[in-house]
């Protein structure tokens, strides 16, 4: 079993930073994939970005070149850095880790963009 517990979010206006943090009770080193989803008010839930083991990164069209995923294994922490933010960013984030077998979930941390 491993917890997630995601942190780094709030309101900010549009145009704004943010940096999520996902922490994990155990070691993510052996996780295949790690990765941040979104859902926002009446959608349905989409994959933000993932990152793998290797290192190896991939981005939904709508975040390239404004958002970036790393991972920390040495403090079993996955970041997501989120720069230029918009009004649509707007969504409850979730971390996600998977480990070809099992997938785990965070509870969410909520970012809200103002226009």
């Known amino acids: 079993q491993v917890q997630l517990v995601e942190s780094g979010g709030g309101l900010v206006q549009a145009g704004g930073s943010l940096r999520l943090s996902c922490a994990a009770s155990?070691?993510?080193?052996?996780?295949?994939?790690m990765g941040w989803y979104r859902q926002a008010p009446r959608k349905q839930r989409e994959l933000v970005a993932g990152i793998s083991s290797g290192g190896s990164t991939n981005y939904v069209d709508s975040v390239k070149g404004r958002f970036t995923i790393s991972r920390d294994n040495a403090k079993n922490t996955v970041y997501l850095q989120m720069n230029s933010l918009k009004p649509e960013d707007t969504a409850v984030y979730y971390c996600?880790?998977?480990?070809?077998?099992?997938?785990?979930w965070g509870q969410g941390t909520q970012v809200t963009v103002s226009s």
């Open positions: 996600n880790a998977f480990n070809g077998v099992y997938e785990y």
């Open positions: 155990r070691r993510i080193f052996s996780m295949n994939v």
